[in-house]
């Protein structure tokens, strides 16, 4: 049994920052990949940013610049540190975990709100 959970959602204002995290926890046999993903309001699940193991980072255009992924491999864990938010920034947010066989694994999402 594999274990993600996402946290550090909340409401912020426009400008503003925030930092999610993501820790796996379980049975995984090793951490290869960890990716952020996100959906918003009647819109379908779209990828955010995604970090594997000793690689450099990847993003979707509309975050560039504005969102730093991060991970820490001793603890299995993943941070998105977000910046600039903007109102279109709002979304559930998800973590994805990969492990070395190629499964994935997702946590419930954290909600992150932007709005004056």
């Known amino acids: 049994q594999v274990q993600v959970v996402e946290s550090g959602g909340g409401l912020v204002q426009p400008g503003g920052s925030l930092r999610l995290s993501c820790a796996a926890s379980?049975?995984?046999?090793?951490?290869?990949?960890m990716a952020w993903y996100r959906q918003a309001p009647g819109k379908e699940r779209e990828f955010v940013a995604r970090?594997?193991?000793?690689?450099?980072?990847n993003y979707a255009d509309s975050v560039k610049g504005r969102f730093t992924i991060s991970r820490d491999n001793a603890k299995n864990t993943a941070y998105l540190q977000m910046s600039s938010l903007k109102l279109e920034d709002t979304a559930v947010y998800y973590c994805?975990?990969?492990?070395?066989?190629?499964?994935?694994?997702w946590g419930q999402g954290t909600q992150v709100t932007v709005s004056s």
């Open positions: 379980g049975s995984i046999s090793g951490v290869a990949a």
């Open positions: 970090i594997a193991y000793e690689s450099r980072p």
């Open positions: 994805q975990i990969t492990d070395w066989r190629g499964y994935h694994y």
